[in-house]
């Protein structure tokens, strides 16, 4: 698909800006599968290579998916990291399969409250996986076991006795997701074309570095 020079600016900025929400988006779906960031950044630099070299549709998303993760995580726990080649493999190959067979249109039939309530699930198991992460601690093994320990760690997260690792971490989490909340509410249009996800993190991220944060980087 050609691109006129006229276009050539904005998708310039699109990709940029996408690149730069892509980014942490592998690396926060890595640390939530188990696997390291740098596996979580090679993975979906090959995704976006391959697809973007292969597909002959402009609007195809192959960038990382929060859901995938929850998936990536049980087969971990179950079959170790040395399968995971051949299961995405596998699961590739399935795809294509059905989209040579000309069957996806099957998919249809299944009811949109079935979708939503998968998608929800898995969106709440990632949610409370994230935010024993966020307060600088370890992931229990089951998502209900994280689901029961949230009010235990927001209780030690939250109410400072004594001013550590967990209490800071709370409170970069606190100002990120205030951030990422309040800035599209800014007045002034040339500060609202980022996304308010990546200026979060950013400011997070740096008052880390330069203050020093004794939290995990």
Same mark, same amino acid.
């Given at each position: 698909m050609a691109i006129s020079k006229k276009q050539l600016p904005l998708e310039l900025t699109a990709g940029i800006l996408l690149f730069f929400v892509a980014l942490p988006l592998n690396i926060g779906v890595a640390i939530a599968s188990g696997v390291s960031p740098e596996q979580g950044i090679i993975s979906g630099l090959i995704g976006a290579v391959v697809a &973007? @070299? %292969? @597909? !002959?549709?402009?609007?195809? *998303? @192959? !960038?990382?998916?929060?859901? /995938? &993760?929850?998936? +990536?995580?049980?087969?971990?726990t179950k079959h170790g990291i040395a399968s995971i080649g051949a299961l995405v493999t596998i699961a590739g190959l399935i795809q294509l399969a059905i989209g040579l067979s000309k069957t996806s249109h099957w998919f249809r039939m299944v009811s949109p409250a079935v979708v939503n309530g998968m998608l929800a699930g898995m969106g709440l198991l990632i949610i409370c996986t994230q935010f024993h992460i966020?307060?600088?601690?370890?992931?229990?093994?089951?998502? +209900?076991?994280? +689901?029961?320990?949230?009010?235990?760690? /927001?209780?030690?997260? %939250?109410? *400072? @006795?004594?001013?550590?690792?967990?209490?800071?971490?709370?409170? +970069?989490?606190?100002v990120t997701i205030t951030i990422a909340c309040l800035w599209k509410r800014i007045p002034h249009k040339a500060f609202r074309f980022a996304p308010p996800a990546l200026i979060a993190i950013l400011v997070a991220s740096l008052a880390t570095v330069f203050l020093n944060l004794p939290v995990q980087k």
């Open positions: &973007g @070299s %292969l @597909s !002959g549709c402009g609007l195809l *998303v @192959s !960038g990382p998916d929060a859901g /995938i &993760g929850v998936l +990536l995580l049980e087969m971990l966020m307060l600088d601690d370890s992931p229990k093994d089951t998502g +209900l076991a994280n +689901l029961i320990a949230i009010p235990y760690a /927001i209780k030690n997260g %939250l109410l *400072v @006795s004594e001013m550590n690792a967990h209490h800071i971490a709370a409170l +970069l989490g606190a």
